[in-house]
């Protein structure tokens, strides 16, 4: 039997965060838009990498895309914007762990999740 997460909440906030993101810049930036998603566990460890083929983050902007109520997105409803990217790294830094990003055809971002997996040992039958 294989292990288990430990924080569902924490990890579907890392990631439904970046891949909304990833849509929303693969859709605005290319005639061919994709985003892909990888997900690499070591130990108790979970690396998380999306990637997608928007404009991708300018360098002047990579600490900026982290703070709370910083956005590229006008908002059409009146709802905050900006606070998807500042809980990410919330988590990342409570965990002890990195978020790094980059740009390649678009943005690539890569997330530490130290100690987010249960080991298949620790998982109760």
Known sequence: ?????????????????????????????????????????????????????????????????????WSTKESRSGARRGLGLALLRQIVQRRGGFVEVSKQEGAVFTVLLPGCLRRAAEVPV
Do not use: K, Q
């Open 1 to 69: 039997m294989g292990g288990g997460l430990i924080d569902v909440g924490d990890l579907l906030t890392v990631l439904g965060n970046l891949i909304d993101n990833a849509i929303d810049a693969a859709a605005t930036g290319s005639s061919h838009p994709w985003v892909e998603v990888e997900l690499a566990a070591s130990g108790s460890d979970l690396l998380v990498r999306v990637s997608d083929s928007g404009l991708g983050v300018d360098d002047a902007d990579r600490e900026a895309i982290f703070i709370d109520g």
